[in-house]
């Protein structure tokens, strides 16, 4: 231990928030967060997690505040990517003018900002030293596709002398249709480019969700870093931790690899950043 951390002597660490912390039932045979948590600091320094996979701010200041118990020191607060993610259909709906669209994301930064508020006077009025996260982005990715189907070639040669399309277009509408000659003569005479941006399970509506999602994320990281400021309070930025492929269980949840990261900057800011300043320092 350090000679800060072993002036500050916590005596028990709590991590609050949701699945970012509780990502047991996503890393498989791998250690969770607080397996990697507890491993860093050792037996002096005990770790509790009280966090719970799929909570929102609503739910730890409804529930998770209450289950502090008194010997609790330092609080690492992890929260709202889920309140981030139920918020990406607003950020989705069209709009008649930018004006418009402007007036829903201050509508929504508003919500955020009351409900992480309130949440934090809770966390602050324990007396516990507290510890910020802000909240990276998901990533949706599309799956691999699929080989195409070898076309049926007395269908592209119909195509082809019916339409007096290029072989190329012909086989590319087969492929799109699945096969139907009607439908790919259809998407031939049609107005649009070919596409397969409809096409079920192509992915594309996971990556149409990757824009709206972002934006909430930032939303959510600005009401954090202002609460951060306003408070004096550290902030671990886990959207510069948990950006690489290696670190996401799937498209929201942090792997063994990514929860290594989160053990890591929880520890350090144990290890260097004195609450009694009163400053908001930023850790990654």
């Known amino acids: 231990l350090s000679k800060c951390e072993m002036a500050q002597q916590p005596s028990n660490?709590?991590?609050?928030?949701?699945?970012?912390?509780?990502?047991k039932s996503y890393v498989g045979t791998g250690p969770d967060v607080i397996t990697q948590l507890k491993a860093k600091l050792g037996e002096g320094t005990p770790a509790t997690l009280l966090a719970v996979d799929g909570d929102t701010i609503e739910n730890v200041f409804a529930g998770q505040v209450e289950q502090l118990g008194p010997d609790a020191t330092h609080i690492f607060l992890s929260v709202g990517g889920n309140n981030a993610l139920q918020s990406t259909p607003l950020l989705s709906v069209q709009c008649n003018s930018v004006m418009d669209a402007m007036q829903q994301v201050t509508k929504l930064h508003k919500a955020l900002s009351l409900s992480y508020n309130c949440m934090i006077d809770?966390?602050?009025?324990?007396g516990k030293k507290l510890c910020l996260c802000t909240v990276y982005n998901p990533r949706y990715a599309s799956p691999p596709r699929k080989s195409a189907p070898t076309p049926n070639e007395e269908h592209v040669a119909q195509l082809i002398e019916l339409l007096g399309v290029p072989r190329e277009r012909a086989v590319r509408a087969l492929s799109i249709a699945k096969g139907d000659l009607e439908r790919a003569a259809n998407l031939l005479m049609g107005p649009q480019e070919l596409t397969d941006e409809e096409e079920p399970g192509s992915g594309n509506i996971l990556n149409a969700m990757q824009g709206p999602a972002e934006a909430a994320v930032a939303l959510l990281n600005?009401?954090?870093t202002n609460v951060a400021i306003a408070h004096g309070l550290p902030v671990i930025s886990l959207k510069h931790l948990i950006c690489g492929p290696e670190d996401y269980a799937n498209s929201i949840e942090p792997s063994s690899v990514g929860g290594a990261k989160i053990a890591d900057a929880i520890a350090k800011v144990l290890q260097t950043h004195n609450w009694d300043t009163g400053i908001c320092s930023i850790y990654k």
């Open 13 to 23: 660490v709590v991590l609050m928030g949701d699945s970012v912390f509780a990502n």
């Open 122 to 126: 809770a966390l602050l009025a324990t």
């Open 222 to 224: 600005d009401v954090i």
